[in-house]
Nanobody, 114 residues
């Protein structure tokens, strides 16, 4: 059974940065397209960035130029570097297999506020 554990969230001021990590156990993460999602209160979960097994990356318009997704296959880990954070980035962030989702992890809370 695959377990996903997200970490790295926190409280940051507008314009600040955070780096999120997603570790997968029980699966070879490197063969999958992996995405970072976020869900703000009262809103649907949205896909903000994804990385394919080839290393190709795709971003939502709302984060393009500010967020960078990357992966370390040796560590079975996917990262999300978030720069120039805005209050509207506030959400719980999750990672998952894009095309065949595993059970969702608990996510990591990101709060952008002054």
């Amino acid at each position: 059974q695959v377990q996903l554990v997200e970490s790295g969230g926190g409280l940051v001021q507008p314009g600040g940065s955070l780096r999120l990590s997603c570790v997968a156990s029980g699966s070879i993460f490197s063969i999958y397209a992996v995405g970072w999602y976020r869900q703000a209160p009262g809103k649907q979960r949205e896909l903000v960035a994804r990385i394919f097994s080839t290393g190709t990356t795709v971003y939502a318009d709302s984060v393009k130029g500010r967020f960078t997704i990357s992966r370390d296959n040796d560590k079975n880990t996917v990262y999300l570097q978030m720069n120039s954070l805005k209050p509207e980035d506030t959400a719980v962030y999750y990672c998952n297999n894009v095309y065949s989702p595993f059970a969702w992890g608990q996510g990591t809370q990101v709060t952008v506020s002054s």
